[in-house]
């Protein structure tokens, strides 16, 4: 998880994730916006964290980037 630091001291502009748990995300998050990055799911809404029995199940694809690349970014995947 070294992207997202890197991306929260601006070494990187971006980065994407799949398949990640809650616990792999959820702090990460709350870094990286501090920082000013923006990070969302793979179609650019922002992401949920619901606490239940099968959130442990529920995989998320995000994409963090600088609020300057990120709509950028989002065209380029889709």
Same mark, same amino acid.
Request: with cysteine; glycine share 6%; proline share 5%.
């Given at each position: 998880?070294?992207?997202?630091?890197?991306? /929260?001291?601006?070494?990187?502009?971006?980065?994407?994730?799949?398949?990640?748990?809650?616990?792999?995300?959820?702090?990460?998050?709350?870094?990286?916006?501090?920082?000013?990055?923006?990070?969302?799911?793979?179609?650019?809404?922002?992401?949920?964290?619901?606490?239940? /029995?099968?959130?442990?199940?529920?995989?998320?694809?995000?994409? /963090?980037?600088?609020?300057?690349?990120?709509?950028?970014?989002?065209?380029?995947?889709?």
């Amino acid at each position: 998880l070294v992207d997202f630091c890197y991306l /929260a001291e601006g070494k990187f502009g971006c980065t994407i994730n799949q398949s990640m748990k809650i616990w792999d995300i959820a702090a990460p998050k709350l870094i990286m916006e501090e920082a000013g990055a923006r990070v969302t799911d793979i179609n650019g809404a922002p992401l949920r964290f619901k606490p239940s /029995a099968s959130s442990a199940t529920v995989n998320f694809t995000t994409i /963090a980037a600088a609020p300057q690349i990120h709509e950028r970014v989002l065209g380029l995947l889709s």
